[in-house]
């Protein structure tokens, strides 16, 4: 607020502002000289507990915020009022209006010019409940804003209202074409109401809305509900009445509960979309409860006008259009779009017509504009041999190593595939291109899955004509490369694509031919077996939390449909944005049902294997839960699911429902992130900036040991860190237990991490671990910062080998960043979503890792050019080939040792408890290095085990360490096998001593040891 004094020095007031200039009213007394009325109306009149905070104005100003404000003690006709004596000389009123809670009626700091002659007239001012407006006369009053929806309709007979009494009476209004008002003589434009009972809110209903529980509880006849099928597509309002039955307020409502039991639950099992018979005939359905009418739209192609609308048929039952093509002639050729009609709040209550693609698309033509009516199971629409091709197998989800890749980075640059497939789907069919003998090589070694960003149909790249930018040829760390791709960001062909339109079609940028709607699944379909015949499974990352766009935006399709139904909403009925854009809401039926199609219809018609989805936590536990049983009934096999379990937003700490967070997962065998790992090993958190991004180093690039100039870490932050490395190696079980740095025996859940239960998970399966994604800076960009500027270059290498280590032989599911394992650079972007294929490069020839390509994005990344830029110019930071090929060959063996012994990737939590063990533990610890047992013997002999036991030794200092442990004494270890062939001489000089069972480990090395057993390690 201090930054106020300045602005009034300056002399303007805030833009937004607004001054009304009304007929004058009487006030109840003369204003004292020197003072300023304020009057305040709040539709309750409930103005007992709030008051002015003003910091600047009043002759003696608040002191302290809330607990000393200026309080509404006077009543008029128009609400409570306060005086406030002026201090000599003011021109302006600083202030806010709050209740005791800190709640402020307008949440920015508001600003009343002072008159000239205040002093010898004083001054009134008026203020509305919600309303940041400040009016100099009575304001006409106001009943409420219909384009606002504050109350719930929460079942066919259950309604919820926050804030009213459990007083006076309520009714609903109901009008056919819209037309709803109010005034001071009541509702006006209805065609009719219902009378509504002031009813507690029953208990199911508390438990299924608990951000509802304390709102006062209407009830509807059961004869009135009964005529809600036919009433659906009205405009609806409810309206509070007081005691002598004059008009409080009134509001339009939140209606997904009563559309969910009116229509959702028998519409729940449809077949939406376009369907077809066993000749080849569409039927085309919708969900449209809420619409006056639909009309199917026909296109003979992908550019022709319309040549056909036809009026579909409405099921009253389940809220459903439908109509049944006359023949197969539009199938796998012809286009389609919906034409509705419908009362829609985000048009002023008003009836709109929309010409819209159906939400249920599973092809369309270039930029969206028209739906393809595709039959997936037509041979037209195969490529050669799809039905046949076999899936690789896998044996148990523990067996999972993720990749993740996006679908142009792959190839975009990559002169060994043809022109016309760079960037493209098809590029993965060329199997001898850079590309894919590297993914190839990585198969070899044990990885199993590609996942490949959102490849479905996504908004940010013009499919009909994307441009390249011109970049100049500027130094390390210029910022003309930024300008340039800055220039064309919105226009250029590299997104992400965390923005879906359809989630059922896939993305047209990739296809040869965007307009064609047969080419994009056909050449989805050669990718993913193309993929499936070198070894590979596939994931999809998957969106389903939010849409591009909603409303009436030009790409908005489900709420042009039934208005506001599905997405979450906040208490005025406005859309939440916690994600980015617009937060779908899929405790509805028809979300859910929406999402849980898509990804069943990607894991049988595309033979997708797994999916991640972004930001899960939106979604409730229960709907991810039958989502699982669902996509594996449909695919016939077991669908591995994974995602975002971040606890924030509007539904944080189940406060609308128990959500797929981390916390909540334990048991279901869905995997999420694990940023416990990811923070302790490159430090600090996700998403720091400032001198944090130097000073807070982790456990692989300096914590205490190898302190940099900014760094004032202890020998107890690197204890701290190295408790926090073994709840990773342990698969963050919740249950699992070691003596930590104090000398206790704790379980994962009892250590600590940022305030939160480091150890959350009921098996391994249940944690996605890794060091780097597409978010953040990379690994290599992190160390980059982190590492002291003087570190050799080969040390920086050895440095990354130490992350992939720490992920790949921990147990869970090992996630790795496509180009993780060639030093990957985003030139320190930490948020690369659209810095263009410059920034994102992919190098499959190894020549560059993309380091010191010139200052990163000035979007996300400006306010730390500073200290980028002595970093983007240290000469000792950019690897050669050499540095490249050297990460790449210890991160190909590190995933071939875990993809040697299941001791690396234990099934079960009881397994970990039963054979993991880690020395040297608790306060007397050798700082710096991990010592990690895994035992394939005891309780039992472990399946394809191979060794009698593995142990491992991460030494992340910078000098060599050696240790003697008693406990592994006379045990017969000899370093693993691909380690005594390594490419690496330094980890050659690892050893072990039997008689006294100590190790001697290289500076920066992770050292693996076999107990040999029978048929393991034989050269």
Known sequence: MGGLLALLAGGS?????????????????????????????????????????????????????????????????????????????????????????????????????????????????????????????????????????????????????????????YKLYYAANGGLGSGAAGVTGADGSMDLRLAPLPEAVRAKFPHLAGATGLALSSADAARLPALASAQFAIAQFDGAGKLVQVTSLQSAGMLDEVFGERAANARLGVTFDSAGVPTFRIWAPTAKSVALDIYPDANAPANAQLPMRFDPATGVWSLTAPSAGWTNRAYYTYTVKVLSRWANNTLVTNTVTDPYSVSLNANSARSFIADLASSELKPRGWDSHRIPKLAHPADISLYELHVRDFSVSDDSVPAARRGKYMAFTEGESRGMRHLKSLEKAGLTHVHLLPVFDIASVNEAGCVSPVIPDAGPASSEQQAAIDAVRDADCFNWGYDPVHYNAPEGSYASNANDGAARVREFRAMVQALHETGLRVTMDVVYNHTSASQQGPLSTLDKIVPTYYYRLNDKGANLNDSCCADTAAEHTMMAKLMTDSVALWASEYKVDSFRFDIMSFAPLSVMKELQARVNRAAGREIYLYGEGWNFGAVGNDARFVTARQANLFGTGIGSFNDRLRDTVRGGGCCDGGENLVSQQGFINGVWYDPNHLAKQSRDDALRLADLVRVGLSGTLRDYRFTDRFGSLRSNADIDYFGQRAGYTASPTETINYVEKHDNQTLFDINAFRLPQSTSLADRVRVQNLGAAIVLLSQGIPFIHAGQELLRSKSLDRDSYNAGDWFNRLDYSYASNNFAVGLPSSDKNRDNWGLMTPVLENPLIKPDSRAILSARSAFEELLAIRNDSSLFRLRSAQDVIDRLKFHNTGPDQLPGLVVMRIDGESPRRYPDAQYRSVVVLFNVDKEAKSIAIPELKGLKLKQHKLQRKSDDPVVKTSSYSEAGGSFTIPARTTAVFVEQGEGGDED
């Open 13 to 169: 007031l805030p833009a937004a502002t607004a001054f009304a200039q009304q007929p004058s009213a009487t006030a109840a007394a003369a204003v004292a000289p020197g003072s300023i009325r304020i009057h305040f109306r709040r539709t309750q009149n409930d103005v007992a507990q709030w008051g002015v905070y003003s910091w600047d104005g009043p002759a003696n100003p608040s002191s302290a915020w809330i607990t000393d404000r200026f309080m509404f003690t006077g009543l008029d006709a128009f609400g409570g009022y306060v005086d406030i004596p002026l201090a000599a000389g003011k021109t302006a009123l600083w202030f806010l209006v709050t209740d005791g809670t800190g709640t402020k009626n307008c949440g920015a700091d508001q600003g009343a010019p002072l008159p000239a002659d205040v002093a010898s007239k004083g001054h009134e001012i008026w203020l509305l409940e919600g309303d940041c407006s400040i009016y100099t006369a009575p304001p006409a009053l106001s009943y409420g804003n219909l384009g606002q929806a504050s109350a719930h309709w929460l079942g066919a007979q259950t309604l919820a209202w926050p804030g009213v009494p459990a007083a006076g009476s």
